[in-house]
Nanobody, 122 residues
């Protein structure tokens, strides 16, 4: 069992940065892959990035690769999503999820946090 809690969201202006945190409790966090997904009301949830238990990272879109990065600190049971040069289209609820399988498919993730709102607006 893994419990996940996101934090770090908020209201920022275009061009600003945010770092989201996903804090995990429970057993053997280092054995899990962790991913970030985001969802805009009325749209399907989309994969943003993942990091495997061996620290291999995957970013969904090329447009995010130069702006977003994912990292993990197993000593702190935390995964981070660093988001730079935020744009209004990045506005969404960001959720982290954990899986022993990993990958980018939502269905592979059985443990989810409650989500944190990120709003980018001038």
């Amino acid at each position: 069992q893994v419990q996940l809690v996101e934090s770090g969201g908020g209201l920022v202006q275009p061009g600003d940065s945010l770092r989201l945190s996903c804090a995990a409790s429970g057993s053997a966090f280092s054995a899990y892959a962790v991913a970030w997904f985001r969802q805009v009301p009325g749209k399907e949830r989309e994969f943003v990035a993942s990091i495997s238990r061996t620290f291999v990272t995957t970013m969904f879109e090329d447009s995010l690769k130069g702006r977003f990065s994912i990292s993990r600190d197993n000593a702190k049971n935390t995964v981070f999503l660093q988001m730079n040069s935020l744009q209004p289209e990045d506005t969404a609820v960001y959720s982290c999820a954990a899986s022993l399988l990993g990958g980018s498919l939502e269905s592979r993730y059985g443990y989810w946090g409650q989500g944190t709102q990120v709003t980018v607006s001038s």
